[in-house]
């Protein structure tokens, strides 16, 4: 009796556990089903004594029909992926794009620049069809920016390795807990402010190798044409390929406007390959009066399997200029004194943040200006992690002579 006892006392305590539902059930009574690693799942039984419902955590795309008979096992969240998915929440809502309200543009302002250019920080044109001449520049509308792409000598049909369209680098560390590149990998979604004429156009996920692509259609009508369009696409987590998750050159998002076959790849599946589009493209440089726009993008881990995103949020604009201002600065820099010979002569200027560990590059920006003992031009040396030093050569002897410049620092991947 005392035996029987002790065993129901410790069934009720240990929830009845068990990889299958006890043989013998009451209305209400729970039961800790460890059918499902790792850590099991906690069901009850309903007031009818018909069925086990769940308790903790909610079926991840099943029915309720599915739920109440409990056929849906292999969907359910179990307590330690509820935690997960609950204490990540904030993760989850994380845009892991840099700039992606296109406010910061220390380089250009709204200034257009053709292939290479950077519209808005981190944000960089690229095409390479020989007779396209196109531009891209920052605009307002309204109260946020976009990047407006525009073409002012038509691009022939794309072929071989042309592209043309407009993309993001992503560093390693931003991405690391995608966890691609094991069996791990997590699902991503991302979403996309779009304007444009009728057409197919594309979205792609690549590696920095070249290695690895997922790229989809991006499909206009007639209807949406040249009217905002909001987007969103689901990008499987890639189980292979190699994914840096350091401060290199990690991810990259692409969005295509034209490419040529060799830069095509079969649409929703991951593919080896440099690839950077979809095929079925539409030429998207055919014609002059095509303009493109992007704003609002995100991208995101796709923590709660629903495939859709959080509500876009603006950055907050001090704290995103931070966050640019670790592959591009600009840092004004002065020296004054008296020149007593012909000697370098240095300026250190402390930057706001520490800048990515790379091999830096330097350009001379405007309100530059020397005195007439020192040349036009600098030297320059990065000091790790957040310094500047900014030399100049005197020519002669002189009393309170100086130099000053605003100066470019790139850190870009």
Known sequence: MLL???????????????ATAPATMYPGMFWLDTSIPPDGYLRQRNLTNTAWVSVLGLPAKSTEAQAAAGTDTASYLTPKMLAEQQGASLNYARNRLINPAMQISQENGNTGGANGWYPAD??????????????????????????????????????????FGILQRLEGSRIADFRFGSASARKIIVRLGFKGPAGTYGVAIRNVTGSRIYATQLVITAAQANIDQIRTFEVPGDITGTWPQTDVNGMELWIT?????????????????????????????????????????????????????????????????????????????IYSKDVTSITTCYCIATLPVDMRPATQTFVQKANSGQSASFPATSSYTFLPPRALRVGRISSAAANAQLFHEMTGISARM
């Open 257 to 333: 406007f034209a490419a040529g076959s060799t830069y095509m790849v079969a649409p929703n599946a991951w593919a080896t390959g440099a690839q950077v589009a979809p095929t079925g493209m539409t030429n998207g440089a055919a014609s002059t009066a095509n303009v493109f726009e992007i704003f609002d993008v995100g991208l995101y881990l796709d923590l709660t399997g629903t495939g859709q995103p959080p509500p876009f949020k603006v950055p907050d604009k001090n704290k995103e200029m931070l966050a640019c201002q670790r592959y591009y600065v600009m840092q004004y820099s």
């Open 4 to 18: 029987d006892m002790n065993n129901a006392l410790k069934a009720l305590a240990s929830c009845q556990s068990g």
């Open 122 to 163: 981190q944000w960089v044109g690229a095409y390479s069809q020989p007779s396209l001449v196109a531009s891209y520049a920052r605009v307002k509308v309204g109260t946020q920016y976009r990047l407006r792409t525009t073409i002012s000598v038509a691009g022939a049909t794309p072929v071989g390795g042309e592209y």
